[in-house]
């Protein structure tokens, strides 16, 4: 079992950039893929990025693609989320988890954190 902690949230200004942090404890994390995951109120809970195990492969939602850069620190068992290009539409809830297969979908991640509020003004 692996619990998650999310760091980093806070308002940012729109084009501007901001880095998350994810550090797990209580697991060995390099036997787990990585997700993060946002949710928009009004909206559902909507799949940002994954990463697998040792960090060789990657994958973006459409909606981040270019912008989002995730990456993983196994030494130092933190994930991140590099966010550029900030839009308004970006603010959300960031939540990181963790689960044993490269999947978009949220119920392929037992292990979940608090999540971190991200706003972006205009």
């Known amino acids: 079992q692996v619990q998650l902690a999310e760091f980093g949230g806070g308002l940012v200004q729109a084009g501007g950039s901001q880095r998350l942090s994810c550090v797990a404890s209580?697991?060995?994390?390099?036997?787990?893929?990585m997700g993060w995951f946002r949710q928009a109120p009004g909206k559902e809970r909507e799949f940002v990025a994954h990463?697998?195990?040792?960090?060789?492969?990657?994958y973006y939602a459409d909606s981040v693609n270019g912008r989002f850069t995730i990456s993983r620190d196994n030494a130092k068992n933190t994930a991140y989320l590099l966010m550029n290009s900030l839009k308004p539409e970006d603010t959300a809830v960031y939540y990181c988890?963790?689960?044993?297969?490269?999947?978009?979908?949220?119920?392929?991640?037992?292990?979940w954190g608090q999540g971190t509020q991200v706003t972006v003004s205009s």
């Open positions: 990463i697998t195990w040792g960090g060789g492969s990657t």
């Open positions: 209580g697991g060995t994390f390099s036997s787990y893929v």
């Open positions: 988890a963790a689960g044993r297969s490269a999947s978009w979908r949220s119920s392929d991640y037992p292990y």
